[in-house]
């Protein structure tokens, strides 16, 4: 071992198996952590512990130095490692499975004996002939008066692992580049606006002449008042041009060249006058579920939601989703108790309990985006993919391997049978029995040839 | 919940009542009619919880896995539909007794520590439109179900083996099947639907986050347990090759492995808060 050099040291470190158990199970544990401490709040949710905790960067865990090398070593070790196996499996998917015989056939877990009329040439011509139809590769030898065959059946399964790692890394790789590539902003917008992306602070780097529109955004609603979906429709400009124009609800986002816009909240300005009773006003712009005080009173004005077809018997659910008789409930609190609900029709001033007036000067409706640009998503799902593939491979298709020795005993022929699936063993043991027309043995019934 | 979605709910629990007994008599007494009849009312009891999975899609008139009461509904399915697809596969009916009850237990909590409206269809928040949400649960149900089955497999095997360890040639212990028989089983469970099936499962869930909130990953608790037990099962697999990690370390472990699938589940509801907090109830 002392002559080793620091790389194969390294080498042989980055590509045992161990070092890869040892890694995801530290890295479960650490996810677990990550879960039980509340993440990035602000200082005052973790008391006293704040400083020591930040220190080790347990208030954000996932993004930490020490759980980002551990993710490093990880995908190392899955590298080396696929790098380390692949001669190995080359070969083995390569090259036919070697002959063994009769007396080395014995020592495997799954086998048989069975004897067969006719001659030693023929017998191994129909079970060559046989295995072929069920779909192994098939090879065939003499050993004096013997016949060798040796056969294997799925073996792009024997890929399995290796691409699945390589999906894996794949996967890592986009995941990285999503934490350290991706930019994200939110803007509301009303109908009408518009808002260039580069306007956008959080979207570091986008181009000035791109702006996003709203030229439409409705709340549908369901017959029981409760909100189905939101619909903006957006047009993409660019340099004033009108690019595309679609409309996105939640689960349907807008793509413009690596931008993605969702509708991710909403919301209305309402510009909203009070006048006291002693005349004196005050104008403020709220949003539904917000209040005001009135001026010279003990009272406050709630707004409490906007309804698009106002209909007293169903108030506060709205008729229809269009603006036939649009109107805002209100209630008004003197303290913490409701003394008077109302519905304030746009533009027409109420008058409240005390003499003061409330007057609803306009709504309108935003549409809340959320605008994001992340090179990291299709690489994560390439990962994915190949990682399935792999997956597909190693599970489903279980690389196995079966073998016949035949030798002559007068006018018959005695055959010593023997097969290996050890991802598959239960299920293999049927085929076996099927390729070699021989029967489980009754007395071994319990384990079933398994090792 | 009208009358016969609660008709059908209560007649799934009790016929997951009687076949759990009759598969848990089954292994006291080993009469092979009580396995049959345990195996029947099983597939009787899959039959009522499809019925009443399906009454809730044409009531609510989506696909009936957005709320904790459709999901248990669902997982339960999940488990009995597994168990009966692999009893004809692998004839273990011993295993029934270790399986049933999981299905039964969940329901039970249904029964005892949900009220009435939380069980009630309700009408979908934006974010739930989405098929991707379907693919999302249908997996993880499938998923789940295999967990449960590894689980229960993987007990019978720490039994087995303290029974030969003990030398009893009678009792239950004598009568169940070969540890190695026990512990291929589970490792098939696991590496055949489970492990595939969660992996799956989690990706359909970041597919459907992209789409509704433009992330595929955010470490919500939810998304970060599921990847702890797709980490777990992972381990698990490797161990099993490089290790030789068989018998009782892998039963062991997926023991584990099912502590994790439900403390997704239940545990990351009640004791941690996140994205997924709108399925609570
Ligand atoms: C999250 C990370 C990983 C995933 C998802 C993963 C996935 C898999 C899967 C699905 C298999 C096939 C298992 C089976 O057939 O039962 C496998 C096999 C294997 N993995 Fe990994 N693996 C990961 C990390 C690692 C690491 C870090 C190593 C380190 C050396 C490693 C080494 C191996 C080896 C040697 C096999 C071959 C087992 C065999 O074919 O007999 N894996 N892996």
């Known amino acids: 071992m002392s002559n080793q050099t620091w790389t194969d040291r390294a080498w042989n470190f980055f ?34 512990s704040y400083e020591l905790y ?105 890929w399995g692992s290796l691409i699945t790692h390589l999906g894996m890394l794949v996967l890592l790789a986009g995941a990285v580049v ?90 209305a300005n309402m510009v909203t006058h009070v006048t006291g009773p002693n005349g004196e006003s005050r104008d403020v712009r709220l949003e539904e579920g917000e209040a005001v005080q009135v001026p010279g009173t003990k009272l406050a004005v709630m707004l409490y939601r906007y309804v698009p077809d106002f209909d007293p018997a169903i108030a506060p659910q709205t008729k229809s989703n269009e603006p036939n008789n649009p109107r805002v409930i209100y209630v008004v609190y003197e303290g913490m108790k409701q003394i008077d ?68 005993k007068g006018a018959q022929a005695t055959i010593a049978w023997a097969g290996i699936s050890p991802k598959n063993k239960v299920a293999f043991v049927d085929e076996f029995h099927r390729l070699t027309e021989t029967k489980p043995d009754v007395a071994k019934e319990n384990d079933d040839g398994l090792e | 919940m009208g009358w016969s979605e609660n008709l059908l709910f209560y007649l799934t629990f009790a016929l997951y009542g009687i076949a759990s007994l009759l598969y848990v008599s089954y292994l006291a007494l080993r009469k092979p009619y009580l396995a049959q009849s345990g195996y029947w009312i099983t597939v009787a009891a899959v039959t009522t919880n499809t019925a009443a999975l399906v009454l809730r899609y044409l009531i609510a008139g989506y696909l009936p896995l957005t709320n904790g009461y459709e999901f ?11 168990y009966l697809i692999a009893e004809r596969y692998y004839r273990i009916p011993l295993a029934g007794a270790f399986v049933v009850p999981v299905a039964w237990l969940i329901l039970a909590y249904v029964a005892m520590l949900m009220d009435p409206v939380s069980r009630a269809s309700r009408p979908l928040m934006p974010a739930l439109q989405s098929n991707w949400l379907t693919y999302h649960v249908i997996t ?22 303290s029974a030969i360890k003990s030398g009893r040639t009678t009792g239950i212990g004598a009568h169940l099947p070969s540890p190695e ?9 696991i590496a055949a639907v489970g492990f595939p099936l969660l992996t799956l499962c989690i990706i359909t869930g970041a597919i459907w986050a992209e789409f509704a909130w433009g992330r595929y990953w955010a470490w919500d608790p939810k998304e970060t347990w599921s990847a702890i037990t797709w980490l777990i099962y992972a381990a698990y697999l490797h161990a099993r090759h490089t290790f030789g990690w068989r018998g009782n370390r892998a039963a062991w472990m997926a023991i584990i492995g099912f502590m994790a699938v439900l403390f997704t589940f239940f545990g990351v509801n009640y004791f941690l808060t996140g994205l997924h907090a709108y399925a609570k109830s």
């Open chain 2, 72 to 82: 248990l509904l669902a997982f339960s399915w999940g488990i009995a539909a597994t």
């Open chain 2, 181 to 189: 028989r026990l512990d291929e089983i589970g490792y098939r469970l």
């Open chain 1, 15 to 48: 590509s045992s198996m161990k070092l890869g158990l040892i890694l995801l199970l530290v890295i479960a544990v650490a996810a677990i952590a990550g879960t039980v401490i509340p993440q990035n709040q602000p200082p005052q949710a973790y008391g006293s």
């Open chain 1, 54 to 158: 930040d220190a080790l960067g347990l208030t954000d865990m996932y993004h930490t130095w020490w759980f980002l090398v551990l993710l490093a070593l990880l995908s190392m070790n899955l590298l080396v490692c696929s790098v380390h196996r692949f001669g190995a499996l080359q070969r083995q998917f390569s090259a036919l499975p070697a002959a063994k015989k009769a007396e080395d056939l014995r020592s495997l877990a799954t086998k048989a004996t069975s004897v067969q009329p006719g001659s030693v040439d023929a017998v191994a011509a129909t079970i060559a002939t046989r295995w072929q139809q069920a779909g192994y590769r098939v090879q065939r030898q003499s050993d004096g008066e013997t016949q060798l065959i040796a056969a294997d059946k799925g073996r792009w399964g024997i």
């Open chain 1, 341 to 408: 609900v109302g519905a304030a029709q746009i533009g027409v001033p109420e008058t409240l309990p005390g003499g003061a007036t409330l007057g609803i000067v306009s709504h309108r409706p935003y549409t809340g985006l959320l605008i994001r640009q992340d090179p990291g998503v299709n690489i994560v799902w390439l990962g994915c993919a190949i990682l399935l593939v792999g997956m597909g491979l190693s599970f489903y298709l279980p690389y196995r391997r079966i073998w016949a020795a035949i030798e002559p």
């Open chain 1, 178 to 267: 999503s934490t350290y590539m991706s930019t994200e902003d939110q803007a509301p917008l009303e109908v009408g606006q518009q808002v260039a992306l580069s306007e956008l602070g959080g979207l570091l780097g986008a181009p000035s002449n791109v702006a996003i529109q709203v030229k439409d955004f409705k709340t549908i609603y369901r017959e029981d008042g409760t909100i189905q979906d939101w619909l903006s429709t957006l047009t993409v400009l660019k340099d004033g041009q009108e690019q595309l124009t679609q409309t996105i609800e939640v689960n349907q986002p807008l793509y413009y060249e690596g931008y993605k816009f969702y509708q991710a909240f909403y919301g």
């Open chain 2, 140 to 161: 993880a149900m499938v998923a789940y179900g295999a967990f449960a089955f590894s689980f229960g497999v993987g007990v019978m095997y720490l039994w087995k083996k």
